[in-house]
């Protein structure tokens, strides 16, 4: 009797209640590893877009920058106008018009495809044939001579979903800027910031005033389909021509 008594006074837990705390604590887990899965795919997802917002960024800055400055030439000056652009001012009116084209849109791929164009060395005309030196004066007078070629050309490849610089001469093949190019267009602007109705070919390029550019892309690793959906960054500017004013 002591014995059994001495048994029935011990405390456990039976096989139901062990299931039961079992269930329960699976219940949990369930809960902490949908949340962690959950937090790291938006960690994933925001690494992956802030990757293509910086690559987008940088292509985007580096074709404003040259987009912005071309028709560049250092001895170029005030001449009357020439020809009759949509909304310039009228033939014997003085406006900086030089003899040839800041940005040169392709004839087949416009939306694309564009040259940009800057006459380094003040000749007067475009050299597609090889280098020309550039020489700036700093302000210690000490002056600084680059090689430069006098024509950039940015093509857009949606087989490849690229977007490569070539600059003529310099490089001898078109060099990358980014990947992951989902679309990219170009649109031209007269004076007036209206579009173009002739700014997609060469022959009317010299009314070309501004630049629009519209690019969309995506991340190297897009991963597996989730709830926040594809990874698309989409960016654009307007780049107004310094050296074409009117």
Known sequence: MKARARVRSQHGFTLAELLVACAVIAFVMAGLLT????????????????EAQQNLRVAIDRMVDEIRNAGFCPTCETLPVTANCPNTPTVGNTTPVRGFAAILPDNTNPATKVTIQNDWDGSGAINTVSTVNYTVVGADGTPTTTQRGEQITYTYNAGTGTLTRQEVIIDATPVTLVTGITSLSFTYFDVGNPVNPNGNTTATSQCIRSVGISMTTQPSVQGQATMQGKILVTMGDTVRLRNRSN
């Open 35 to 50: 949340m962690l899965q959950s937090g790291q795919q938006s960690y994933l997802v925001g690494s992956r877009q802030i």
